[in-house]
């Protein structure tokens, strides 16, 4: 009997101490995992949105991830997507209140509207924020820079733009590196970047679009290598799933292809990948059998609102 109860303080502090060390550890919730239309998509009545058009809990937000650090107390947004008031009053909600409504700053992969489209309401119509830190690459920078309503923001000193440089890691005033890098996509406007979140527990690779893996000049198998999380572009599960349109000029990898690249990886490689960034048309949406045949090859499908 002694023993037994031995046992159990044993047991209690030991589980104590995982929920002290996880309360005071950084980091990533996931508030948003879809493309940048969002979920359901604007104009679609056809079978795959009318679920979350029906009930809007099924809805999905654009892709975004919260970088969270408990110990100061400072919290970092990644994508400034069109649903940003919706994700920002979904943190507030999650985290109870604990945190400052508005981040200490905003990184942003490119300029795709699902990616920086939500600057729109820092500016004095909505939140009229101070200088607001926004973390851009150089050809971002300029883009806000020289063309409005992105440079009244500027102007009007609601953001305060950060620049970055590829490959060149970036130390917020907490103990957490941000290391951008680029990755090919459409370019129209401004490079596309990728990030590398290291906190002192947990590396994560963030990769929400890219064109395919063998345009990259880096190996997306040696980079998962390196990290412990990584959300990869999954737009689409296949090239059939736009009939209307031709794929191959919507330079994405296909879930297919990226589970092809990672076939011959060990299960705990495999076990690192969470797709994000679904488009509306992306079964693994919705589709129980299609996510259990992503779960049962060794793959995650990212959840909204899903802490790591």
Request: proline letters at 6%; charged letters at 20%; hydrophobic letters at 40%.
């Amino acid at each position: 009997m002694l023993m037994a109860k031995y046992i159990c303080s044993i047991l209690l502090v030991l589980i104590g101490f995982s929920l002290f060390a996880q309360k005071e550890t950084a980091y990533i919730q996931v508030l948003g995992i879809a493309q940048d239309g969002g979920y359901p998509h604007m104009g679609c009545e056809k079978n795959c949105c009318a679920p979350a058009w029906a009930d809007a809990s099924k809805g999905r937000y654009v892709v975004s991830l919260a970088l969270v650090d408990p110990v100061s107390k400072k919290w970092w947004l990644f994508e400034a997507t069109p649903d940003i008031k919706y994700q920002l009053h979904y943190f507030h909600t999650l985290t109870n209140g604990a945190y400052n409504y508005l981040p200490e700053g905003i990184f942003i992969t490119h300029a795709h509207i699902g990616h920086y489209a939500g600057l729109m309401q820092l500016g004095r119509e909505v939140m009229n924020t101070k200088e607001m830190p926004v973390y851009v690459l150089p050809r971002m920078k300029e883009y806000l820079e020289n063309n409005g309503p992105w440079s009244q923001l500027v102007r009007l000193k609601n953001i305060a733009i950060q620049p970055l440089q590829a490959d060149k890691p970036v130390q917020l005033p907490v103990n957490i590196t941000i290391n951008p890098f680029t990755v090919p996509h459409r370019d129209e406007y401004s490079e596309t970047a990728g990030f590398t979140i290291a906190t002192p527990t947990t590396r994560y690779l963030f990769i929400p679009d890219v064109n395919k893996w063998d345009k990259w000049n880096r190996s997306i198998l040696a980079e998962v290598q390196k990290v412990d999380i990584a959300f990869l572009d999954a737009t689409f599960y296949n090239e059939g799933e736009l009939p209307t349109r031709n794929i191959k000029e919507i330079l994405h990898p296909t879930v297919t292809e990226s589970m092809a690249t990672f076939e011959q990886s060990d299960k705990k490689t495999k076990a690192k990948i969470h797709f994000i960034h679904l488009n509306h048309t992306n079964r693994m949406l919705w589709d129980k059998e299609m996510q259990k045949e992503i779960l049962g090859k060794g793959f995650h499908i990212t959840e909204q609102g899903q802490i790591f």
